[in-house]
């Protein structure tokens, strides 16, 4: 018998995601969010997390969809990561959070290669969650390629 894995499942635009729940620290409602010069599209800026500076990521902007409005349902997860062996909360802001849901991971099947709308380098696969398509964020895959950019925003101390 398998083990279920508990992942928070999100919604961007009209695609169901899903995020380990491990990864998950807490889930905020949207806040004002600094904004840091020069920064690239898809990073909004930092919020304080009970005295912590914290990178926010759109993932509208990461994942290359269109901007949309901050509704009473936006919401940021904040993520806690290990990335080149140093630990890095991140936030990333999601249209809307719907449930911690139980999915077999030896259910979910690797991301399709053709026919594709995101990369599939930051998708660990692909489940089913009520009838509907859950895609699974690989999220150190997701952002690997900013990890220095994120590493350095989140702790100053870091930054060369």
Do not use: N
Request: glycine share 6%; charged share 25%; with cysteine.
């Amino acid at each position: 018998m398998t083990e279920l894995v508990q992942y928070v499942t999100l919604g961007i635009d009209q695609e169901t995601f899903a995020v380990p729940v491990s990864h998950v620290q807490e889930i905020l409602d949207m806040r004002p969010v600094a904004r840091l010069p020069h920064a690239p599209p898809y990073l909004l800026g930092i919020i304080d997390v009970r005295g912590r500076s914290v990178p926010v990521i759109d993932l509208r902007a990461k994942l290359g969809l269109a901007a949309a409005e901050t509704t009473s349902a936006t919401r940021i997860l904040v993520l806690e990561l290990v990335v080149e062996d140093k630990p890095l909360l991140l936030g990333l802001v999601a249209d809307r959070v719907f449930e911690v849901a139980g999915m077999d991971d030896d259910k979910i099947e690797p991301a399709p290669e053709i026919g594709r709308r995101w990369r599939s380098d930051c998708i660990k696969g692909v489940g089913r969650r009520r009838e509907q398509f859950v895609i699974v964020f690989d999220i150190p895959r997701l952002i690997a390629t900013d990890a220095v950019e994120l590493l350095s925003t989140a702790d100053p101390a870091l930054a060369a």
